[in-house]
Nanobody
Framework: QVHLAESGGGSVQAGGSLRLSCVVS????????MGWFRQAPGKEREGVAL???????TYADSVKGRFTISKDNAKNILYLQMNSLKPEDTAMYYC????????????????WGQGTQVTVSS
């Protein structure tokens, strides 16, 4: 069993920054692929950034150059650094994890946090 708990959301003006955190528990016996997703009202859940077991990363085109996914392995915390935020980034943000090598979509991730709200005003 894997438990995820997000924090760090809030309200900021366009151009501002936020850093989301996700505390990851019970990862002792196998490596996890991690990801950040977001969902705006009336929209489908969208992949934002993925961190694979080998340390490689992928980003949605809409956030490339602005967002960075990383993990502090010693503390077991996943981060999403979000810079140059835009109103279009407004959404509920979720962290997710799976033991598969290359999960690619939201449906591929077995473990989810409860979400943290990010609101960006113009």
């Amino acid at each position: 069993q894997v438990h995820l708990a997000e924090s760090g959301g809030g309200s900021v003006q366009a151009g501002g920054s936020l850093r989301l955190s996700c505390v990851v528990s019970r990862t002792t016996y196998a490596s996890l692929c991690m990801g950040w997703f977001r969902q705006a009202p009336g929209k489908e859940r969208e992949g934002v950034a993925l961190l694979y077991k080998d340390g490689s990363t992928t980003y949605a085109d809409s956030v490339k150059g602005r967002f960075t996914i990383s993990k502090d392995n010693a503390k077991n915390i996943l981060y999403l650094q979000m810079n140059s935020l835009k109103p279009e980034d407004t959404a509920m943000y979720y962290c997710a994890a799976d033991f598969a090598r290359y999960p690619a979509a939201a449906g591929d991730f077995a473990y989810w946090g409860q979400g943290t709200q990010v609101t960006v005003s113009s």
